[in-house]
C-alpha cells in the first residue's frame, strides 16, 4: 500500500498549487472584462482592468514563490519536485499569456476591435477561460488523489485533463476561423498584423492550460 507522504506535512505544496490556480482563474475573469470592455468601445476603465491583473499576477507571484521556498532539499513528497515547478510554470504562463494579450491591446488601442470581429473575439475569450477554470477543479481533485492515491480519483483527475484538452482543441479551430475571417475582412495591414498577433497571443493562453494538464498527468503516471 503507497503511503499518503503529503500528510506527513503540515503544508502540502498542493495547497500553493491550487491558491496559485485560484488566482490565475481570478485573472481569467478581470480577462473577460477587459476584452468586453475593448470590444465595446464604450468602456473607459481598460487600463483599471490591465492594473487588477498586474495586482493578482503580483499576488500570483508570492504564492509562487512561498511553494519554491517551502520545498528544502530532501523533502519528501509523492510527485518529482522537478515536475512540481514545471506544472507551476506552466501554470503561471496562462497568468502571463493573458497579461500579454492585455498589453498587446494597449499598444494600439484605438481604433479597436473591428466591428465585425468584435462577436468572434468574445467568443474566443469565452472560449480560452473554459480551461483555465477547469484548471482549479483538476488541482482540487489532484490534491484528493495524493492523499489516499484512489484509482477512482485518479480517473477523475484524468477526465478533467481530457476536458481541458478537447476545450484547447476547440480554440484552435476558433483560431484558425478568426485569422481567415482577419483576412477576408480588413484591408489595412497594421490592423491585419495587430489582430492576428492578438489572436496568436489569446490562443495560448489555452495553450498553455493544455501544457499544464499534462504536467499533471505525468505527475499522476509516477
Known amino acids: 500500500m503507497r503511503i499518503p507522504f503529503l500528510s506527513l506535512f503540515i503544508t502540502s505544496p498542493f495547497e500553493g498549487l491550487q491558491d ?3 488566482k490565475v482563474k481570478e485573472c481569467a475573469w478581470v480577462f473577460q472584462q477587459a476584452m468586453e470592455c475593448h470590444v465595446s468601445r464604450q468602456c473607459h476603465t481598460y487600463e483599471g482592468f490591465r492594473d487588477e491583473v498586474r495586482k493578482l499576477e503580483n499576488e500570483a507571484d508570492t504564492i ?3 511553494i519554491r521556498g517551502h520545498l528544502p532539499k530532501g523533502t519528501l513528497l509523492p510527485v518529482d519536485k522537478f515536475q512540481l515547478f514545471r506544472y507551476l510554470r506552466e501554470q503561471d504562463h496562462v497568468l502571463d499569456s493573458v497579461q500579454h494579450s492585455l498589453d498587446w ?3 494600439r488601442i484605438d481604433p479597436g476591435i473591428p466591428d465585425e470581429l468584435g462577436k468572434d473575439f468574445l467568443s474566443l475569450t469565452d472560449a480560452v477561460v473554459q480551461p483555465i477554470e477547469e484548471l482549479d477543479r483538476m488541482v482540487t481533485e489532484a490534491r484528493k488523489f495524493f492523499r489516499n492515491f484512489s484509482p477512482k480519483q485518479r480517473q477523475l483527475v484524468k477526465d478533467i485533463i481530457r476536458n481541458i484538452r478537447e476545450q484547447e482543441f476547440k480554440v484552435d479551430r476558433m483560431e484558425d476561423s478568426l485569422k481567415r475571417k482577419i483576412f ?4 489595412d ?3 491585419i498584423f495587430h489582430m492576428v498577433k492578438l489572436v496568436d497571443i489569446i ?13 499533471m498527468r505525468a505527475m499522476l503516471a509516477q
Do not use: C, L
Open 184 to 187: 477576408s475582412a480588413i484591408q
Open 64 to 66: 509562487k514563490r512561498r
Open 105 to 107: 491591446i494597449s499598444y
Open 189 to 191: 495591414p497594421v490592423t
Open 20 to 22: 496559485h490556480a485560484e
Open 203 to 215: 490562443g495560448a493562453i489555452a495553450d498553455h492550460a493544455e501544457n499544464t494538464g499534462d504536467m
